[in-house]
């Protein structure tokens, strides 16, 4: 999925309170490549859980754009692949690439210029989160 422009806007009808699930929604059994794409997504209402969410093997999200509403959605990107890589991304929102093996480097988040360390690092907060989940299950 490369050289895209993607815009969705709703600035009428809107609803409050209302919520999306995503924009943008690709999943493969095998590789997805999202590269230098434009992706926007404007609402005066609605919140929205991630402007693009992709699943798959592996993934490769590079040298993309990603503009939301400001405070109208909860991440930028999620993606969820074995091998996941996410470099050279701009967004507005925080990124949030898992992966059993992955290459996160060179995002500039728009959050974390007005926050420093806004996005933290939800892949050690998941990674404590499941360990828990699978140390309590051996209990019972």
Known sequence: FNDNQVSFLMMQ?????????????LFSLDDIGIASNQFEYHTSERELVADVLAGGFTIR?????????????????????????ATGNQTTHCILPFGVRGAVRDNLTLAETFCDGACGNKTGLLGTILLGAVANSKTF
Do not use: C, I, K, P
């Open 13 to 25: 009808g809107d609803q409050a309170g209302t919520y999306a699930f995503s924009s943008v929604l």
């Open 61 to 85: 999200t590079n040298d993309n754009r990603h503009a939301e509403t400001w405070g109208r959605a909860f991440l930028s990107l999620l993606s969820l692949g074995f091998m996941n890589t």
